[in-house]
């Protein structure tokens, strides 16, 4: 009896050592700081030679469910697992017997509070419920280190996002630091005896889709635009970057092709690097400060609005086409003209600015963008005014477009 007694004690001292032995292993694993997939590998062995699992399968959460390890089961792909798990595993909250493809397993649910993290399926070797007395024996244990692997899978995965985040962050921190330098600064816009210039620009995250600038063309013409790409975030700001080397280039050209040729190239720009994905509002003009005529084409654009100081009235400046990328080609473009004199203003802004929404969803229109160009303020005090009532007109809520502004004061 005494003897019988000593066996059971070696043999509960001998299992002990074993499994202390384990954890001491995976710890070991984990600190090394293995990539999941080692782990993986090495969580694998271990049910293998230290427990003699035959067959298994331990599927997880990223975005999805997903097979992480299978030891021997066909049939399983990774299409099938969400199905699997939302129509069955859910379940399971403990240790239990499942049927699963047409075949016995034990399912181990692994959960961090009530999130299921993963689910492993384990039989023996032939698929079948005779000869588990090892699994049977060990579950729990088996259910332990699984819990403890899956967990440092999970904050892999989880460590490995934020890294991502964080290059991410970096990477936005430098193309809106690059965008930046393609926008106009305050300084850089002519402020003289025949024009005054003022801006805004606020993209709704870190860079975004709207684009306007302010050119001297020659020693007596300005030429200036805005224009608003479709979509926001990184993808409407590559785009920009593009059209914007696209406006410039035509820049350099001074006065020397008409305003309709430059409207028809970019359009065919849009069309061949985009193929229709997205397509851009444009308004383009040119001012020439001895005739005092301003010529422009609207392509789609929010129409600007000019402020006659004689007529005190508005004007919406409309003429044009229909935006850029919109169609194949465009086969009609008008072009619009203003004599302008002294004392005149335009404003140029993108939707963002009158299409923006208040807790009531009521949008801020254009009203109070005609009442900001009619004050007798120079246009830098216009474009300020004018962000108070869109705070004011906001509340707590935050603008969900990209916002830009280019005002003129003519002299």
Known sequence: ????????????????????????????????????????????????????????????????????????????????????????????KNIDEIEFLDKPFFIIPIFHYEKPLAYLLIADKNNSMQDVSSIVKHRKFIQTITNIIVSAIENKHLYEEKLEKESLKKELEVASHVQTMLIPSAKSLPQNDNVSVASFYAPHFRVGGDYFDFIQL?????????????????????????????????????????????????????????Q?????????????????????????????????????????????????????????????????????KMLCYTDGLSEAENEKSKEFGTREIERAIAKKIPIQKTIEYLNNKLKKFLGSKLPNDDISILGIDFK
């Open 1 to 92: 009896m005494e003897n019988r007694n000593i066996l059971f004690l070696s043999q509960q001292l001998q299992a002990a050592t074993s499994k202390l032995n384990c954890l001491l292993e995976i710890t070991r694993l984990i600190n090394d700081d293995l990539s999941s997939e080692l782990l993986c590998e090495a969580y694998k062995k271990i049910l293998v030679k230290d427990f003699h699992v035959g067959n298994f399968l331990l599927l997880m959460k990223n975005s999805h469910w997903y097979c992480a390890i299978n030891n021997g089961i066909y049939g399983v792909e990774n299409s099938d697992v969400d199905t699997w798990v939302n129509e069955t595993f859910y379940q399971y």
């Open 218 to 274: 020659t020693d007596t013409d300005y030429g200036f635009c805005i224009a608003d790409v479709s979509g926001k975030g990184v993808s409407a700001a590559i785009l920009m970057a593009n059209f914007q080397a696209n406006v410039r280039a035509f820049a350099r050209l001074g006065v020397q092709v008409e305003l309709s040729y430059i409207v028809k190239e970019l359009d065919a720009f849009i069309n061949q690097f985009l």
């Open 276 to 344: 229709g994905e997205k397509f851009i509002t444009f308004f383009i003009a040119r001012y020439n400060i001895e005739t005092k005529l301003l010529h422009y084409i609207n392509a789609g654009h929010n129409p600007p609005l000019f402020w006659s100081a004689k007529e005190k009235k508005v004007q919406y400046c409309k003429q044009g086409c229909v935006g850029l990328g919109m169609l194949d080609h465009i086969e009609n473009i008008a072009q619009g003209e203003i004599q302008v004199a002294a004392g005149d």
